[in-house]
């Protein structure tokens, strides 16, 4: 987060992409952060950049991207965006992202609905914590967003709110998402994959809870 907000005021209107501490450890699951909001391989980009010792990498385009034929082009491109526009949950997606989803999940790994309202309430998401809605360059939907938790200085970045609720909410069974989004914006400050992070946590719970390992076994 913080090395990628200096790098845009030192080069306005760039886009940067960055690894944290995890890709400088060369953490196997440390993926890198694009304008703090995407991500870049889950297969370890992390360490790649770490082992190259390569912190982050800034982009500012002047020209332009020449096409063989623009016309063409321009006239396929417009035809997308109008598709995009009929398209009948456009407003549900933008309002809330990948998360628009989330009955559907729900519904498929059969959740009885007052639980996963516990998990979820539009409300809160629209009106406390969501404090603006993020499009990548020159895509219609904005289904990224910048959370807040009122009343703390905690800034989220996020490509989604589905996938931390489900690794970190549902399977761990943490219902209050001001924890969701803690969890969320310290495993991106560190640059870490979440699905590869919550599957080692929950592994090494289901081992403590076996009595494989022990207290001493994780640091005490």
Request: hydrophobic share 45%.
């Amino acid at each position: 987060y913080d090395v990628t907000k200096r790098l845009w005021e030192e080069y306005p209107g760039s886009s940067v992409v960055a690894v944290g501490p995890a890709g400088e450890r060369l953490v196997k699951f440390s993926l890198a952060l694009v304008d703090n909001v995407a991500t870049l391989g889950r297969g370890g980009l992390g360490a790649v950049f770490g082992s190259k010792n390569l912190k982050a990498v800034v982009v500012r385009g002047s020209g332009e991207v020449r096409v063989a034929d623009a016309e063409r082009f321009m006239d396929a491109v417009k035809g997308l965006y109008e598709r995009i526009e009929r398209y009948p949950f456009r407003s549900f997606v933008t309002e809330y992202g990948m998360m628009a989803g989330w009955a559907a999940w729900a519904e498929m790994f059969q959740i009885p609905r007052e639980e996963a309202e516990a998990y979820f309430n539009q409300e809160v998401f629209s009106g406390k914590v969501r404090v603006a809605t993020i499009a990548c360059p020159s895509c219609p939907l904005s289904d990224k967003f910048l959370f807040r938790i009122p009343g703390e200085e905690v800034e989220v970045w996020a490509t989604d709110y589905l996938t931390p609720l489900t690794v970190f909410g549902y399977l761990f069974q943490i219902t209050d998402y001001r924890d969701i989004l803690r969890i969320t914006a310290t495993v991106n400050q560190y640059g870490l994959d979440m699905l590869s992070l919550s599957n080692l946590v929950n592994f090494i719970l289901g081992m403590y809870g076996e009595g494989a390992i022990t207290r001493e076994d994780l640091g005490g």
